[in-house]
């Protein structure tokens, strides 16, 4: 297991959510839903997250619903938990996602 892998604890991991603009968590899972302008824009920001978490050696489950709706969860498997991976990758994912081209839904 990475350094960055290990599972984060309370209190630490609710501060870290929380500069997290519009990511929620159960404690197990990072998650967010973006809402882009139609299919194309919604497919290239999943090209984008896609790219940025190959980089990382971190993949996300990336939903598309809809048209152009993408739902983003992350998490440590080997951890069983959330890691300063996932938290590090969020924060790279919503530097791909500014406005106007996809926003929190």
Do not use: C
């Not at 959510?17 to 998650?31: A, H, N, P």
């Not at 999943?46 to 983003?72: F, L, M, Q, S, T």
């Not at 890691?83 to 969020?90: E, G, K, T, V, W």
Request: aromatic share 4%; no cysteine; hydrophobic share 40%.
């Amino acid at each position: 297991m990475r350094q960055d892998e290990h599972r984060l604890e309370e209190p630490l991991l609710n501060e870290l959510v929380s500069e997290l603009e519009g990511w929620s968590s159960d404690g197990t899972r990072l998650e967010k839903t973006y809402t882009t302008r139609g299919w194309k824009s919604a497919i290239a920001f999943v090209n984008a997250v896609a790219e940025a978490a190959a980089a990382a050696d971190h993949h996300p489950d990336i939903h598309v619903e809809g048209y152009k709706r993408v739902r983003i969860v992350l998490t440590t498997h080997v951890s069983g938990g959330i890691s300063q991976a996932d938290i590090d990758l969020a924060a790279a994912i919503d530097r791909l996602a500014p406005a106007p081209k996809a926003k929190p839904a």
